[in-house]
Structure formats: C-alpha cells, structure tokens
C-alpha cells in the first residue's frame, strides 16, 4: 500500500449534528455560534446551557478525529493479538460466498468488449441512470460473518479494523472495480485504489435513520445483511450539484443478500426503522485519480495531511494527477 493521506478538512467540515439536521463547519465555538445561529434559534437552542450539548458534541468528535490514527492502530493490534480467529476462512474472499448472477455479472465486466447496454442485461433492477442493484453475498457468508463478528460490529469498528482488509480489497479490485469501470467512468470507477468499509446498525432504541448526505466516496457498494425489521427504506435524490427542491427523490427498499451500487456524489439517507434490527455493510470506494483534483467534502484541492492505513484515499501522485486531468472531469459535475 502506497502512501494516503486525508484532506486538512477532516479536522473542520463535516461535522454531523443530528439534532440540527446539519453537517457543519467546526473550526471554534465561537465560530460555530456565529454560523449557526439562526440554525441553532431554530431548534429551539436559545441558551448557552443548551447549546453546550452541542459544542460538547463537537469537542469529542474533533477529538475522535484527531485520534483516528494512533486508536485504529491500537484496536487493529488488539484484536489481531487477543481474538482466536475461530473460522479464519471467512476473511477472504471466495468465489464460493457469491452469487452466481454476480459473478456472472462480473465475468462480463471484465470481457473487452463489454458496454453499458451489456451489463443492465445482468443487473437485478435498475433505476434511471442512477442506481442499481444486484445479487452479491450468498446467504452461508452472512450467516457466519454474524455468527463470529458480532460483538465486535457492537463496537462500531471498521471491517479493516477486525482483520477484513484483504477481503474487501478482494471485493474492490477484483469485482467492484470491473463493474465500476463501466457503469462509472467519469468517478474514477476503474480505478478504484482505496476503500472504507463498516457496517451501519438501525435499532429502535438506537439509531433509527440517516439524514440526507452523499457519501466521501466516489464509488459506493451498500449490502442488506438482514431482513428482520420494517421501516429504514434507503432513499435517493440526485447528485449533490443539484438543489434540494429541484430533485425527487425515490425509494428503494434493501432486499437481504442484494448490493446497491451507486456513486458517492449521489445524495441519499434512510429512513426511519419502526422495529427489528437492519445491519447493511457500506463500502466506500475511493479513486485517488478523481478526488486529488478536488476534495469532495470542502470542495477545495485537497491540503494533505499524512495519516495511517487509507486515511480519505488521496495519494501524493502529482503525475497521476496531471495525467487525469486531461481525460476525466470529475465526479461532482456529472
Ligand atoms: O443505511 C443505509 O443503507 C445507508 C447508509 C449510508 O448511506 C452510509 O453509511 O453512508
Ligand atoms: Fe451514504
């Protein structure tokens, strides 16, 4: 693995508050106030008693932040001393854990001649131009990933924290990557070098839903574990360019087993869980070719910052760069 970094941004943008609806810009307290006031006003945080809820909330996840590198580490080292791999065959990636329409799927991608028209002929459904979706885990992988990772999905931890790095590198490039170079040229699809993956928990009692973003991502494979609850439908408007009131948005419901693939750029959420429990695994696919001309989360040419494993997926590669941007715009403008 070559040398990644993230955006200084990380350290400023991006800060979700669920109470405000908002993804905000934290660069002090006192320009936090300032900015948001109106915001703030709105929901009913007219005192500094209460406000102090929400700079506390910023103050930790700055500090999560901040502390990225050096914690991932120290779990990934953790988990590889202390856990007994009980089945370690389920952290690569076999043929055997896939679909047959997937792999099918897969295998056409990669034929030379393959088109666009091609590949919708082997896809599950499809809506518009804007998302699709697909057979890809067999339901024995599901079984078993459950069967020995859940206590550590309890814990939130990324899927390359808990040993499965190699597996969902597998995924990206000897899979995902295919289907991307067709389906998503102008996001870098083919060149997917990096990724970040996790799986997202919905419980009543807990996290119920997700508000409207798009994902820092150019290249995102979202995969339905479970099929026991109602309610948390995954939604979609347009690519993040587009205002709100001039996109419909429509719904999609996850189908246990089925991946819905689409851009990052595309804005989406979910909706409200009403019972059970739904877990999706997320993968964030990042092309260092599109995203070190333009960081998608401050719009600005990304200020490196050195990080450990992945960090946001930017590389250092100034003649990468160059080369691109002669034959690709980026994903944002599509
Ligand atoms: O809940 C879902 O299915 C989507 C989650 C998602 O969009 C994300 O984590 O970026
Ligand atoms: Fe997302």
Excluded at 37 to 56: C, D
Excluded at 153 to 170: K, P, R, V, Y
Excluded at 180 to 197: Q, W, Y
Excluded at 272 to 294: F, V
Aim: aromatic fraction near 14%; hydrophobic fraction near 35%; proline fraction near 3%.
């Amino acid at each position: 693995m070559g040398d990644f970094y993230v955006c200084s941004c990380f350290y400023t943008h991006n800060f979700y508050i669920k109470e405000l609806g908002l993804h905000a810009i934290y660069i002090s307290n006192e320009q936090f106030l300032n900015q948001y006031s109106k915001v703030l006003k709105q929901h009913g945080y007219s005192t500094a008693e209460r406000t102090q809820s929400i700079l506390s909330q910023l103050e930790n996840e700055l500090q999560r932040r901040e502390n990225l590198g050096p914690a991932f580490l120290h779990r990934k080292a953790v988990i590889r001393e202390k856990y007994k791999m009980l089945h370690p065959e389920i952290f690569q990636l076999k043929t055997e854990f896939l679909q047959p329409e997937f792999l099918n799927l897969v295998n056409y991608c990669k034929e030379s001649d393959a088109t666009v028209d091609g590949v919708m002929l082997y896809l599950e459904e499809t809506q518009g131009y804007i998302y699709i979706t697909f057979f890809s885990f067999g339901p024995l992988y599901i079984f078993m990933l459950f069967g020995i990772y859940g206590h550590f999905l309890f814990l939130q931890l990324s899927m390359d924290e808990i040993g499965f790095n190699d597996f969902i590198t597998t995924l990206r490039v000897e899979y995902m990557q295919h289907i991307a170079r067709l389906l998503f040229p102008e996001c870098g699809g083919g060149n997917l070098d990096s990724h970040k993956a996790f799986i997202v928990k919905y419980k009543v009692g807990e996290d119920l839903d997700l508000g409207y973003h798009y994902d820092n991502a150019e290249v995102t494979l979202n995969v339905s574990l479970t099929d026991s609850y109602q309610g948390g439908s995954l939604y979609f408007g347009d690519m993040r360019t587009v205002p709100l009131p001039d996109t419909e948005c429509s719904e999609y419901n996850h189908v246990y087993g089925v991946g819905v693939l689409h851009r990052g750029q595309h804005m989406h959420g979910a909706l409200p869980i009403y019972s059970g429990l739904r877990y999706n695994l997320i993968t964030w696919m990042r092309s260092s070719k599109i995203r070190n001309q333009l960081c998608p989360m401050c719009n600005n040419k990304p200020d490196l910052v050195k990080t450990v494993g992945y960090g946001d997926g930017f590389t250092s590669d100034v003649q990468q760069t160059a080369d691109v941007q002669q034959t690709a715009d980026v994903c944002s403008l599509t």
